[in-house]
């Protein structure tokens, strides 16, 4: 598995939830979002579940959710481009990265303590 | 020390609010400072004026203003969260057409903005999470 170099910036946003059956993806991204309307230089880390929210081709849930597939769609006018996932939780889901909505990069348990460390402000959803 | 709580657990559904306040005041006890609490997520619920648990369990919305009170920690709270779950201050539930509010001083609505100022301002930012 490919190691990733050390990421840095002023926020990390750790999304561990999957996009649907709760509002933890949303609430997470919306941080997101704020902080890097705020000026911050945003992180963003999918971990377990919260891989499920790369996946190309979401849609809104039976549930009248909206989904976030559009909300990772505005990342890039957020200016947030650091975007990693765990890659032991993509596997787990039979995903591959050319499965992925956005250009993401693999983030390997080593490199982990750094990029947290990496960053001034950790948020976990 | 100057620290700042994120609460994004409901209260009486998870332990992540007793469990925030509980560490709130062993700061204080060893002479650190909390500044504020942000309640985000299901945390938001911890706000209402309204919550009304039977006597011989703890009052999580009345220690929080007792904290206030006594150590001027600000309780801030996400104002999207909120309304999305049907907390609204008196301002708000106007702004609705709301016959009624169940957020109120000293607990303030605000934007997630603040959250990201709040972890920037503090020396340390711990979340409590279901």
């Known amino acids: 598995m490919p190691t990733c170099p050390p990421v840095t910036g002023d926020v990390l946003v750790i999304l561990r939830h999957a996009p649907h059956g709760s509002s933890w993806l949303r609430e997470g991204l919306d941080a997101a979002l704020v902080a890097a309307a705020f000026g911050q230089s945003v992180t963003l880390l999918f971990q377990g579940d919260g891989v499920l929210a790369l996946a190309k081709g979401q849609q809104g849930g039976p549930l009248g959710q909206k989904g976030t597939a559009a909300t990772l769609d505005m990342l890039a006018m957020y200016d947030i481009e650091s975007v990693h996932f765990d890659p032991e939780a993509l596997e787990r889901f039979g995903l591959a990265q050319q499965d992925l909505q956005l250009p993401a990069t693999a983030v390997d348990a080593g490199s982990l303590p750094p990029m947290i460390a990496g960053h001034r402000l950790v948020l976990t959803f | ?130």
């Open chain 2, 1 to 130: 020390m100057r620290y700042g709580l994120l609460v994004e657990g409901a209260p009486y559904s998870s332990q992540a609010s007793h469990s925030a306040l509980r560490f709130a005041m062993a700061l204080i006890a060893r002479g650190h400072r909390v500044e504020s609490v942000f309640f985000y997520h299901d945390g938001v619920y911890n706000a209402s004026r309204l919550a009304a648990p039977p006597q011989d369990e703890p009052h999580l919305h009345d220690a929080w203003c007792s904290l206030h009170a006594e150590h001027a920690t600000r309780l801030q709270v996400c104002i999207a969260a909120a309304l999305r779950r049907g907390l609204l201050d008196s301002r708000e539930a106007d702004r609705h057409g709301k016959s009624g509010h169940s957020v109120e001083p000293p607990f303030e609505l605000t934007g997630l903005g603040q959250l990201v100022d709040l972890g920037h301002s503090v020396d340390r930012l711990v979340t409590f999470a279901p």
